[in-house]
């Protein structure tokens, strides 16, 4: 269904355009994305998108933060403080469900160029990555915090990515939640292991070192 056009109304000239460069983005893809196109879905004039928006970059950056607003909700709302490995696969699948209900706008979030110095795009990615570092906080207590946050991170945005390209079956979303549950699941057993073998050869040198003194 086309979307209802988008017009301006005194004083909201920012949330038109943003509503604007949303619609275009569904309906288009990221390559729709312009301060022109915007300007004409919004029934502006072309100029009128720059009084709040500098360039593509700087409009780039308002949609991308909503983005991340929608991702940081749903994450949370799979789960708001997952330490299970159930709780973390839901969390992940929260996730990748996202990257593949809205596309175009995760490509624009994680590809399109943007102004870092976009102060609600950081926030709204500083929201995002506290969440992940409290997750791995609880999960991974031991590890380099830092380290395990991105590794996470990578494995699920790949996951995302993946499945959005077609690199991996996304056909249904049963095959989708069970190939990433999986993942994460073997994520969580092979640290542990790692985990576990690396005590066993500390405590075995421990032990040879106490025997040889």
Known sequence: ?????????HGDLRAACV??????????????LSLRAVARRAGVSPA???RHYADREALVSAVAALGYRELAERVVAAHSSPSTPEQLASVANAYVQFALDRPALFRVMFSEPCDRDNDERNAATGAVSSYLGEIVGRAFPEADAE??????????HGLAS???DGKLEARTSAAVSRRVSAAVE???SATGAIGAR???AGAAAAGGAGQRG
């Open 162 to 164: 993946l499945h959005l």
């Open 19 to 32: 509503r604007a460069a949303m619609e275009l983005l569904e309906e288009g893809g990221e390559t729709a």
């Open 198 to 200: 690396g005590a066993a």
């Open 186 to 188: 073997a994520l969580l």
């Open 147 to 156: 380290a395990m946050a991105t590794a996470v991170w990578a494995l699920v």
């Open 48 to 50: 009128a998108p720059y």
């Open 1 to 9: 269904m086309p979307a209802t056009k988008t017009r301006y109304h």
